[in-house]
Structure formats: C-alpha cells, structure tokens
C-alpha cells in the first residue's frame, strides 16, 4: 500500500494532503500560544517552558516537544518531496505553453509552489532565529522567548520576513486545505461551499493571528 | 440520355440462408442449422471490422469475446467518435414494461408497415426479438439509461407507433450506447483480442478467389497505404447520406467502404432509399456545411404548425391560435405529430410549398412547446429535452422556451446499402455488412429508434453467429500476402487513383464539387422525385464526374497527413453512388417510404405504392464506372404483416 | 466581419511549428468557427496553400473531434465546443489565436490536430463493466436508484475531447478519468470491478505523462459537458477506499 500511495500521483497527493493538515493543525495551536504574549512576559515564558515540559511525569523533560519536532519534520520532508515530485510531473506533462496567454486560476492557486517555497526558508530563518538563536538581533536569551521575540521584531527587516511570510502562509491554506479535503474525497457538490468558507475562515484566523504579534511589538501594546 | 439508364436485368437473387417455417422460429433454425466453430479454433481465425460504431463497435467486441482475432479499424482518432456518437432520441425494444400492448409481434408489425411493406419479414421479425436482450446487454455494460424514481427503466414514444417502447439516456443515447460498445471493445484491446487501427482508412477490399480476404486501407497520418488480410471482412461503416453534401451525417463519414466493395462485385440494394428527417435546424446560408437534427423524441411533446395564411411573416407569438394549421394533427388525427418521418418530411415539403414556410426563405414549420410548457411546467420539459433546446439556442441564436423553434427537413439515414442475405453476408463470400452500411432491416423507410436497435442486433447478436457458419465451412484459407497478384492490383489502383487526384491540379475544390454534386442530388432525387428530374441528374452527373477529373486541386502530397486528399477521394464515390441512386430511383416508378415519386401518389397526396410491379429489392451489379449496371431481384414475401396502403389517419 | 487569424502550423509530429497570420473576409455572424476555417481553407486550397490541418467530424458537439485553443481558450470563449461556438461570439476586426491542444501526452499530429489516443489507453486499463454478450441477466433485475441513475450520466456524458488536459496548467486528465470512473463505480453493475477500475485507470493515466492535479478548476470551466470539479474528489475518494480494500 505504501508503494501505491507513492507511487501515484493520486497517493503523493494524499502525502501532500495529510502532511499539510498536520502542519496546519500545529499552525492553529502554535498561533493560539502566541496570542499569550498579550498577557504579559510572565504567562508567555511560563507557557513556553509547559511546552517542554508537558507530558510529565510520563514523559521526559523534553520528549513530547520533540516528538512534535519530529513529526513536524516528517511533514516538512514529505510534503515538500511530494510538492517537488509532483511539480516536476507537472511541468513535464505541459512543456509548451499557449502563445495566447491567459491570467489563470486563483491568485491563491497560482501561487502554491512560490509560496511552498517561501514558507520553506521562512521556517529555517524563524528557527534559526527564535529557537536556535544562531541569526537573532541582539543577543538571544534561551529561556526569555518573550525578549527574544520583541527583539526581533524592532528590527524593519525582522518584521517585513514574518508579515510576507505569513501572508504567504494565509494564501497557501486557502487554497490547501479545500485542496486537501479534495484530495481525501471530502468534496462533494454539496459541501462545497462549508469547505470553501472553512478554508477561508482559517487563512483569515491565522493570517491575522499570527500578523498580530509584530504589529504588537511595533505600535507598543506590547514592549 | 447515356447509355447508363440501359441497364440490364439479371437473375433474381435469392436469399438462401432464412429458413422456412413460422417467423418467430426462424432465427433459432437459422442459429441451430449454422455451423459452429470450435472455441480452440477461433483464435486462428483473422476478421476484419471496418468500423467503429455501434455495429462495429459491437461486433469487434463481441467476436473477440468469442476467441476470434479481430483487426478493426475506424478512420476517427478514436472508435468512440463513431457517428453513431450523434443519435439522440433513443432505442426501441419489446420490452412491454409499459404494459400498453406492446410485443415482439407488434414491433415487428410496426417496422415492417413503417418500412412501407419494402423489407424482409425474418430479418424485421429477428430484430425484434433481439431487441429485448439489447437493452438486457446495455444495462449490464453500465449505459445508464434514463430511469423513474423506483429505480427502473423509463419509456417515451416515438414516430409511427402508438406504445411507448423507446428506450433512452436524455438527449444522448446513440453516445451512450456507443460508449458502451467502445469500453467493451476497449476491454477486448486491452486483452489484445482486438488490433485496433485508428485514423486508417478502408481504400478497398481484397477479393481472391472469389472470397474476401482482406482490405487496403491508408493510414491518415503517415499518408502510408498498406494491406491487412482476414478469413472474413464485415464492413460496419454507415450510411451514405453525406452524397447530399448538406445532411445530418458527421462530416467525415463516407461511402468509400460500401462503394468500393460495391466495385468488387458486392450488389448494392435500394440505393434510392433514403431518410430525409423531419426536424432538422434549416440552413441559415451557403456556408453551411452540415445540418443538425433536433431528436424525433421532440415530437412527443412538441406540436407542428404553420400560418393557415400563405406569406403571413408576423412572428409566431403575434400569429393567434385560430389562424395556425397544426397540419399533422388535422391530416393524421390517429397519430397526430407522431407520424413516421417520411410522411411528416413531406407534409412540411408540402406546407412550404404553398408558400406558407417560416423563417428565412420560407423553408421552415414551426415545433412549438408552448403547449407542453403550459402543461407540464418549464422544468419538466428542460428536464426531459434541456440539452437539445441548449443546442438550438446555440446554434440559432433563438430561446426556444419562448419562441418555437424552427425546423426543416433534411437528409438523415441512408435505408438502402450493401445487399446481404439473413447472414448479413453480401454476394461476396466472407464479405459481411451490418448496420446502417446493408440496406437488410427497415425497407424504404426507417423508424424512429431503430437504427440504433439495429446496429447493435447486427453487432451483438446476428454477425456473431452468423458468420460462425461462414468460418466453419472455409476454415482453411491458403496465406494471402502483398505479393498475390490480386492484392498489387488493389494497391495499385487505390494508388493511382490518389495519385490522379494529386496530380491534377485544377481550380476547383474538393468542397466545391461535393457540394454541386449534393445540391443535385437534394434537388432531384431529394424529397420528391420525377421522371425528368431523375433524367436530368443522370444527364449531369457523368458530367460532373468529367470536369471533376479535370478540374480538382488537391493540394499538399499523399505521404502525409492531408485532409483535402480524404476528402476528393470520397467524392470520387459519391460521383458514382449519386447515379446509381438516381437510376434506382427512376426504376422504382412507384413511391414507398422515403422514396417519393410525384407520379405515383393518391388522390390525397400521398404515396402510391405499386405492389404488383415493384414489390421486391432492387439489388444493382456494378459494370464499370458510368456503365450501365445489372438489375437483381430479390422478391419480397409477406406472409404476416400483409400490404395495405399506410393510414396513419 | 472580417477577421484576423493566428493560427499555429506545424507540419507534423516532429516539425517545428509556429504562428501564422491569415486575413478572412466575409465571415457572417452564423456561422459556426469551423464553418469560418472551412472558408479560409477553400481560399488556401485555390491561392496553392496548404489548408489548415483540425479535428472535426459530427459537428453537433458530441463526438469530441473538434479540439481547439481559441484565445488561450479551450474550445474558445462559450462553454461548449468548438464546432459549436459560433461567430456572433466575435467582433468584426477581432484578431483571433488558434493553437493545439498543449500537452505533452497529446503530441502535435499536424497544425491543430493532436493524437489524444492516451485517453483510449485510460478506457482500455479498466473504463469498462465486464459483460461479454449474451451474459446480460434481465434489465430490471436490478433497480438502480434514480439518483445513482442521474449521477452515472452526469459523468458519462464526457466526449472525450480532452480540452480538461488543454486547460490544465499541469495537462491532467483527472476529470477525463474521473468521469468515467464515477460513472462506472456508482452502478451496482460496476461495483465488482470498482477497486481495479480505479486503481489500473489511474495507473494508466500517470504512465501517459499527464500531469497531477493541483485543483486550479481550469478543466471543469472549460468541459464543453459540465463534468463538475467534485468529481475528481470523489475519483480520489474511490482511489483511497480502493488502496485500502482491494484483492487482486
């Protein structure tokens, strides 16, 4: 079966499909912890220290962030192999192009790959800079996201990376998850419209959710 | 006058194969006589299948189910763009699920009067028997079919019958019957039964030793002529209505495969008789290249009218209801609109005639729907014909759920073709013609939704037990190959014969002579014919012939893909099929079905049949282009369904 | 009207093509945009041209034959197709760009014309019920519902024209297959082949070279038949159930 589902343009589809919901499903709850910044340093560090400690005593100090970790990673690996396989597929399959040229589709549609890619090196620049540290202006602190994450936003650049990333990212799960519930069968004449209007309503939450922040950050609510 | 109306009458033909003995019998007799072929030993057998629709289509499928090998060939890109893609209405069968009275009896009955008393009582008694297990075959393939909301099939009415025993899938039934026979036959591809040739034309039969042995055919695209060799060739390849140039015919089907064959000693019969379709969309102007028909099924529900006044050009919602002739509904009160097709192509002939024709020219009666609107609300009746009033509108530019659509009629259905015995086989042994391509089923004038019944019976059930018996008894053929001097013969001539056309070089083009000879044809041998008007045509047509080989261009060169070059060849054909379809017509000094003779009708206007005289099935011997051919008589019997003047009063 | 053609010609298969530009005077607003070819052909025929090569056979808009990019349109600006789109949809003076199908499973036969046998080859790998003739039980034997009914012919109505692959950024051929398959899988009469019929289809139609879906909508807006854009979910959801189900 898992020759198949790889195999088939159909089953990368599914890959793409399943993986990007994993991710989306992480975007919601990742955008959700980041509203706590509005509560103030205390209830944001105390809630990004819960993150590695959840799951205890059971678990490790640590284990349950980095099984998300990974899964994450495995998400990241399989939906951009399946992105790449399929785009070469695709390419391949329509070499010439009409000479009369047309604006087609979606913006949102027509921007799926430069966005998948965009959203690609946004991840290495965010995690180099707010959890690794290694590019973060002006001295990372482990232990202080709540500094760490106003320093980066005072810088021009800092804030212009993550506002065109996520507005990157708004436009990609518009049209990716009506396209994934497409690719797992859930479309249906019927259902159309309530997929459409969901697909809509979480680009929208998370657009403006995670837009919130350095906006924040720059007009002082929060300092 | 030529010497090509001189022709000669020879020895009647005879069908030997229909058994004697009761009607209902005969097809078991004939089935059970036959002989078998082993299972074992069908593979070793080669048919060839010219054709794709649905009586190729179903019989290349249905002969590889059997374990023959089947090389197949259609000149379209693909078998399911067969023209049989195009029948819309629907497909009859005594199914009786309406419990209105209908039986395998009363469907014989009905086509045999149809045919106005011009075709064989076994072969029409056999279709109808066969009709019941084709829709049994349909439904099992997946063509959906329209159904009620209890899950089961659904019925409507067609021309000249008074039960309702149409079968149908909306507006488009010929295609998905077609899709049906085409998936089997794709099921049979992929199985590698069948060898299918795409985009190959059928250029001319191989006969050696009397026997048919194989084809030359042209591939399309590489301009490539080459030969195919078989035990057998069934040759499934339509009708010959594009000799009208303007008819409901895809652009693209010809006569070429018939002719040819007709050429090669196969007897042509009843080539005069021809279906001219009653609701058809008139021609708007002279770059009209093909006429488009608006389903019979219309007539269900559509009433037929025009001004009781001549000349009156108000349009039709200004015209108040006690000035209109709803012409059928007074001259056939018992049928009303659902007169068979040659008697409605006619009474609107005949409305347009007296001047009181609608639209441009006056060539046009009106079908109105305002009545059905009315009754059974707009949804119902977009429901039940949605796609053919879209197709109207887009072609005429016209809504017709407000104004009443305008229609004319037009050339639709060729009754005649290939003569062939109760085995479908022609004169030439091993030479089998099925579908709309033999002339066997519906005399001299076609039913509603009997032409599909009658592909597919051909294809499905009659060819495929028929031709086991031929195949039985010539079970050892001796290796053909290109170098027979027989087969150099075919090649050469079908080369030379394009190199003529390549050569030539004139001012004139395919197109133009296609549509002269058509505007002849559609003129003197069209809805109703004279004697002088016959004469005038055969006078003609030899001379078209001439200044065609004088004057075509033909351009580009015969090893490539060239359209131009498809075309003339056809028309090579045509000039010779449209002389022999007007010296059946001038022979046949009667009128039956859809052949009209303005000399022979009743007081009333209309047909006169003259049973004594012409009560048998002229089957024509070709003697060489523009010379006169040989009559052969096949003599009709009737010994159940017996001749009466038509009354559909 | 008179017109202005570009129109792409191409010799044959491995010719290089290019655009050509045509004048054609006396076009009347009736007739339909093959009837207009029709004419400049007559006229390339008599000037010694070579006339232009395109697909064309019932020209009732059933048999799938016509096949051209008209404007960067698949079978031009009215959904329908092309032999009947008819020229009241144009403007006298218009210059009008007519090219091929574009695909790399449809290659160029010659000028306008494409070999779209690759659809044929989807059939052949399972767009069938096995019924060899003469094992058809009794037509009512199995009641279909009418919705199932309706369902199957929505998609069987598919012409197989192959202006889905045109349209499509990607030349898929999800809808072209997808028709099928849901015509098919609804049936009661399709259900023992459901599994393989989807599975063996798709298979074929990724082995052609056609290219994956990405859900732009481009196929469903320009099917001449309305095969609507659900139906490659439910030809994915077929897929899933059959990966998971089938024994082969």
């Given at each position: 079966?898992?020759?198949?589902?790889?195999?088939?343009?159909?089953?990368?589809?599914?890959?793409?499909?399943?993986?990007?919901?994993?991710?989306?499903?992480?975007?919601?709850?990742?955008?959700?912890?980041?509203?706590?910044?509005?509560?103030?340093?205390?209830?944001?560090?105390?809630?990004?220290?819960?993150?590695?400690?959840?799951?205890?005593?059971?678990?490790?100090?640590?284990?349950?962030?980095?099984?998300?970790?990974?899964?994450?990673?495995?998400?990241?690996?399989?939906?951009?192999?399946?992105?790449?396989?399929?785009?070469?597929?695709?390419?391949?399959?329509?070499?010439?192009?009409?000479?009369?040229?047309?604006?087609?589709?979606?913006?949102?549609?027509?921007?799926?790959?430069?966005?998948?890619?965009?959203?690609?090196?946004?991840?290495?620049?965010?995690?180099?800079?707010?959890?690794?540290?290694?590019?973060h202006p002006g001295g990372f602190q482990s232990g202080h996201p709540y500094q760490n994450v106003i320093d980066t936003f005072s810088t021009w650049y800092g804030n212009t990376v993550y506002i065109a990333a996520v507005l990157a990212l708004g436009l990609h799960v518009q049209h990716g998850f009506w396209s994934a519930a497409q690719t797992l069968g859930a479309g249906s004449a019927t259902r159309d419209r309530a997929l459409k209007t969901i697909a809509n309503l979480l680009a929208l939450v998370l657009t403006v959710g995670f837009i919130s922040v350095p906006v924040a950050v720059m007009t002082g609510v929060v300092s | 006058m030529t010497d090509y109306t001189h022709y000669r009458t020879g020895a009647p033909v005879v069908d030997t194969k229909a058994p004697e003995g009761p009607v209902a019998e005969r097809w078991?007799?004939?089935?059970?006589?036959?002989?078998?072929?082993?299972?074992?030993?069908?593979?070793?057998?080669?048919?060839?299948?010219?054709?794709?629709?649905?009586?190729?289509?179903?019989?290349?499928?249905?002969?590889?189910?059997?374990?023959?090998?089947?090389?197949?060939?259609?000149?379209?890109?693909?078998?399911?763009?067969?023209?049989?893609?195009?029948?819309?209405?629907?497909?009859?069968?005594?199914?009786?699920?309406?419990?209105?009275?209908?039986?395998?009896?009363r469907l014989f009955y009905d086509t045999v009067k149809g045919g106005d008393f011009r075709a064989r009582e076994s072969n029409v008694h056999r279709l109808a028997q066969i009709s019941v297990e084709i829709i049994d075959q349909c439904v099992a393939q997946g063509v959906p079919f329209a159904r009620e909301y209890g899950g089961l099939l659904d019925n409507r009415s067609f021309g000249g019958v008074q039960v309702s025993r149409?079968?149908?899938?909306?507006?488009?039934?010929?295609?998905?019957?077609?899709?049906?026979?085409?998936?089997?036959?794709?099921?049979?591809?992929?199985?590698?039964?069948?060898?299918?040739?795409?985009?190959?034309?059928?250029?001319?039969?191989?006969?050696?030793d009397g026997k048919a042995r194989g084809i030359v055919a042209r591939d399309l695209v590489t301009g490539k002529i080459d030969t195919y060799f078989a035990d057998a060739v069934v040759l499934a390849s339509g009708g010959y209505g594009n000799v009208f140039y303007l008819s409901t015919n895809a652009m693209n089907s010809n006569a070429t495969a018939v002719w040819r064959a007709h050429r090669r000693g196969a007897y042509f019969a009843n080539p005069c008789f021809t279906q001219i379709h009653p609701t058809c969309i008139p021609r708007t102007g002279d770059h009209q290249s093909k006429l488009t028909l608006m389903s019979e099924s219309l007539r269900n529900d559509g009433r037929i009218w025009v001004p009781k006044a001549k000349g009156d050009d108000r349009p039709a919602d200004e015209i108040p209801e006690d000035e209109r002739d709803y012409y059928l509904e007074r001259i056939y009160p018992a049928f009303g609109n659902l007169v068979p097709r040659d008697i409605a192509s006619r009474a609107a002939k005949n409305?347009?005639?007296?001047?009181?024709?609608?639209?441009?020219?006056?060539?046009?009666?009106?079908?109105?729907?305002?009545?059905?609107?009315?009754?059974?609300?707009?949804?119902?009746?977009?429901?039940?014909?949605?796609?053919?009033?879209?197709?109207?509108?887009?072609?005429?530019?016209?809504?017709?759920?407000?104004?009443?659509?305008?229609?004319?009629?037009?050339?639709?259905?060729?009754?005649?073709?290939?003569?062939?015995?109760?085995?479908?086989?022609?004169?030439?042994?091993?030479?089998?013609?099925?579908?709309?391509?033999?002339?066997?089923?519906h005399g001299a004038n076609r039913l509603g939704a009997s032409a599909l019944m009658q592909g597919l019976a051909d294809g499905y059930f009659v060819l495929p037990s028929t031709i086991n018996d031929y195949l039985a008894r010539n079970p050892h053929h001796e290796a053909v190959d290109a170098s027979h001097p027989v087969v150099e013969e075919a090649v050469a001539d079908t080369e030379d014969r394009l190199n003529l056309l390549l050569s030539v070089n004139g001012d004139r083009t395919p197109d133009s002579f296609h549509r002269e000879i058509g505007e002849l044809m559609w003129e003197y041998c069209g809805m109703a014919r004279t004697e002088d008007g016959l004469r005038t045509a055969l006078d003609r047509i030899p001379r078209i012939r001439e200044e065609f080989w004088r004057r075509i261009k033909v351009p580009g060169t015969g090893d490539e893909f060239n359209q131009s070059l498809e075309k003339a060849n056809r028309i090579v054909d045509y000039l010779e099929l449209a002389e022999l379809m007007c010296l059946d017509a001038l022979h046949r000094a009667e009128s039956c079905g859809g052949h009209f003779r303005e000399e022979s009708q009743t007081p009333d206007g209309e047909a006169a049949r003259r049973d004594e005289e012409f009560s048998y099935a002229a089957a024509w011997e070709f003697s060489g282009t523009g010379e006169a051919p040989v009559l052969h008589k096949e003599d009709l019997v009737f010994e159940y369904v017996h001749p009466t003047q038509r009354s559909y009063a | 009207?008179?017109?202005?053609?570009?129109?792409?010609?191409?010799?044959?298969?491995?010719?290089?093509?290019?655009?050509?530009?045509?004048?054609?005077?006396?076009?009347?607003?009736?007739?339909?945009?093959?009837?207009?070819?029709?004419?400049?052909?007559?006229?390339?025929?008599?000037?010694?041209?070579?006339?232009?090569?395109?697909?064309?056979?019932?020209?009732?808009?059933?048999?799938?034959?016509?096949?051209?990019?008209?404007?960067?349109?698949?079978?031009?600006?009215?959904?329908?197709?092309?032999?009947?789109?008819?020229?009241?949809?144009?403007?006298?003076?218009?210059?009008?760009?007519i090219e091929p199908w574009r695909a790399s499973a449809f290659p160029v036969v010659k000028d306008l014309v494409v070999d779209r046998s690759a659809f044929d080859r989807i059939i052949q790998a399972g767009g069938y019920i096995s019924a060899p003739t003469g094992t058809a039980p009794e037509a009512h034997a199995t009641p279909v519902p009418k919705p199932d009914a309706d369902f199957a012919f929505e998609h069987a109505e598919c012409i197989g024209c192959g202006a889905c692959v045109a349209a499509c950024p990607n030349g898929s051929a999800m809808l072209f297959t997808s028709a099928k398959i849901n015509h098919l899988n609804v049936l009661p009469q399709g259900a023992p082949e459901r599994e393989t019929r989807v599975l063996d289809m798709v298979g074929q139609m990724d082995s052609e070279g056609f290219g994956g879906c990405t859900l732009t909508g481009e196929c469903a807006t320009a099917c001449p038949k309305g095969i609507p854009l659900p139906s490659i979910s439910a030809m994915n959801k077929e897929w899933l159930r059959a990966t998971r189900k089938v024994r082969r």
């Open positions: 079966m898992t020759r198949t589902l790889w195999d088939s343009s159909v089953g990368k589809k599914t890959v793409m499909a399943v993986s990007g919901l994993i991710m989306l499903l992480y975007l919601v709850v990742h955008m959700i912890g980041n509203l706590k910044i509005f509560f103030g340093s205390g209830e944001f560090n105390h809630y990004a220290h819960w993150l590695r400690t959840m799951g205890e005593p059971f678990l490790h100090y640590e284990w349950a962030l980095w099984i998300v970790r990974v899964v994450l990673v495995a998400a990241v690996v399989l939906h951009a192999t399946s992105a790449y396989q399929l785009s070469r597929r695709d390419i391949r399959a329509r070499p010439a192009t009409y000479v009369h040229k047309k604006p087609r589709a979606s913006y949102a549609t027509r921007t799926m790959r430069w966005g998948g890619i965009i959203l690609g090196l946004f991840i290495v620049w965010h995690i180099l800079d707010l959890t690794t540290g290694t590019v | 078991d007799t004939r089935r059970f006589q036959a002989k078998l072929v082993n299972p074992a030993n069908r593979r070793k057998h080669t048919v060839i299948v010219v054709g794709t629709g649905l009586a190729g289509g179903s019989a290349g499928a249905t002969l590889a189910e059997q374990g023959y090998h089947v090389v197949q060939f259609c000149f379209q890109d693909s078998p399911r763009r067969a023209h049989s893609v195009a029948a819309q209405g629907g497909i009859n069968a005594a199914k009786n699920y309406r419990n209105d009275g209908d039986s395998i009896h149409t079968f149908y899938a909306r507006g488009q039934t010929g295609q998905q019957l077609l899709l049906g026979a085409y998936q089997a036959l794709s099921r049979q591809i992929a199985a590698g039964n069948v060898e299918l040739h795409a985009r190959t034309e059928m250029l001319d039969l191989i006969v050696v409305v347009c005639d007296e001047g009181r024709g609608v639209g441009p020219g006056g060539q046009g009666v009106y079908l109105d729907f305002a009545e059905a609107i009315q009754r059974m609300g707009r949804d119902k009746v977009e429901e039940k014909y949605g796609n053919l009033f879209d197709m109207y509108a887009r072609i005429t530019a016209e809504n017709p759920y407000e104004t009443p659509m305008r229609i004319y009629p037009a050339v639709h259905y060729t009754m005649g073709g290939l003569w062939v015995d109760y085995d479908l086989q022609t004169t030439i042994p091993g030479l089998f013609a099925i579908g709309e391509a033999n002339f066997s089923d | 009207m008179k017109l202005t053609l570009r129109v792409w010609r191409q010799k044959n298969a491995d010719a290089p093509g290019a655009m050509s530009t045509y004048e054609v005077d006396g076009i009347s607003q009736d007739m339909s945009f093959l009837e207009m070819l029709d004419t400049l052909n007559e006229e390339l025929i008599l000037a010694g041209d070579d006339p232009v090569a395109f697909d064309h056979d019932c020209r009732e808009g059933i048999c799938g034959a016509c096949s051209l990019v008209i404007n960067g349109d698949a079978h031009g600006p009215e959904r329908t197709t092309t032999c009947q789109l008819h020229m009241r949809s144009f403007e006298d003076g218009d210059t009008i760009d």
